[in-house]
C-alpha cells in the first residue's frame, strides 16, 4: 500500500511542476488542431474519391 500512495504523492508533485498553458494559448492550440483535423479529413476524402473514380472507371 506504500508504494501506491507514493506514486501518488509523486503525480501531485509532478502536476505541481507542470506549465500549463494561458487561456489565449490553449484557445490557439486548440484551433490549431482542429483545423488540421478537418484539413487532414479533407484530403482523404478527395483521395479516397478518386481512388474509388479510378476503380470504378477500370471496372
Known amino acids: 500500500m506504500g508504494k501506491i500512495s507514493n506514486f501518488f504523492k509523486n503525480v501531485a508533485s509532478e502536476m ?4 500549463w498553458p494561458r487561456r489565449k494559448e490553449l484557445t490557439r492550440y486548440t484551433i490549431t488542431v482542429l483545423s488540421t483535423v478537418v484539413f487532414v479529413a479533407v ?9 474509388d473514380a ?4 477500370i471496372l
Not at 484530403?43 to 481512388?51: E, M, R, V
Not at 479510378?54 to 472507371?57: G, L, R
Request: proline letters at 0%; hydrophobic letters at 65%.
Open 16 to 19: 505541481r511542476k507542470v506549465s
Open 54 to 57: 479510378i476503380i470504378n472507371w
Open 43 to 51: 484530403f482523404f476524402a478527395i483521395i479516397d474519391f478518386g481512388i
